[in-house]
């Protein structure tokens, strides 16, 4: 089983649809959860944290289900700038920072 | 503009040649790593450096040679590479080795073809 499985889409959304990405990792020791977003040939870069109470940070919401092993994203009112490929991120248990990468969802959004 | 440069940002190598990719991160982070993105496939962490010693070597051919010769550079030594290797090579930096809750900020990346 993989450490962190994501469905890599791609999902083909209009603008101002709300769409939802799933994640689900196998460490039940993990600790601490994130949504990277990486863009064409680009970098991946933090789009944000996820905590245990679910947090929201503008269009965005994360929530995380550690009975489960489950995380989530929900983009609302999605913007064509949304597009590209979302990263759900686990930090493997170890005693240092050792993130592991799901393979990413693919986001694109059409007029 | 990242805190975490990397050079060259593309390479084509030889399957012969010795060559080696350069970070350097300017956010006091105390950590630093490599990441490999091939084609359809997440990244895969290669190397973590704490406090410039290597704490994590994640089965990595020993064709790829890490070194850190401070907490603000991060080499990876390149030889007798196979086409195979080609991809995206990604350098990162976090703050605190000792915590998990860091976010990790990554380089632009070295894209490199071996032929």
């Known amino acids: 089983r993989k450490e962190v499985e994501q469905d890599p889409g791609p999902f083909n959304v209009p603008e101002g649809a709300t769409v939802a990405f799933n994640c689900t990792y196998s460490?039940?020791?993990?600790?601490?959860f994130f949504w990277y977003r990486q863009d064409c040939r680009k970098e991946p870069k933090l789009l944000m944290s996820v905590y245990s109470s679910g947090n929201e940070d503008g269009r965005f919401t994360a929530q995380l289900n550690r009975a489960s092993q489950y995380i989530s994203l929900l983009i609302r009112d999605s913007k064509l700038s949304d597009s590209a490929t979302y990263l759900c991120v686990v930090n493997g248990a170890g005693g240092y920072n050792k993130l592991i990468f799901g393979a990413g969802t693919r986001l694109a959004v059409h007029p | 503009e990242t805190g975490v440069t990397q050079t060259p940002r593309h390479l084509v190598m030889g399957m012969t040649n010795k060559k080696s990719l350069k970070c350097e991160q300017h956010l006091g982070h105390n950590a630093m790593y490599w990441y490999k993105q091939s084609a359809k496939k997440p990244l895969e962490l290669m190397f973590v450096?704490?406090?410039?010693?290597?704490?994590e070597n994640n089965s990595v051919p020993s064709r790829f040679s890490p070194e850190c010769p401070n907490s603000s550079h991060l080499f990876l030594h390149l030889h007798t590479l196979q086409p195979e290797d080609s991809a995206l090579y990604l350098c990162?930096?976090?703050?605190?080795?000792?915590?998990?809750?860091?976010?990790?900020?990554f380089g632009q990346g070295t894209r490199l073809t071996v032929v």
């Open positions: 460490n039940s020791a993990s600790q601490s």
């Open positions: 450096y704490s406090l410039e010693e290597r704490v």
């Open positions: 990162a930096s976090s703050q605190d080795p000792g915590a998990t809750n860091t976010e990790a900020f």
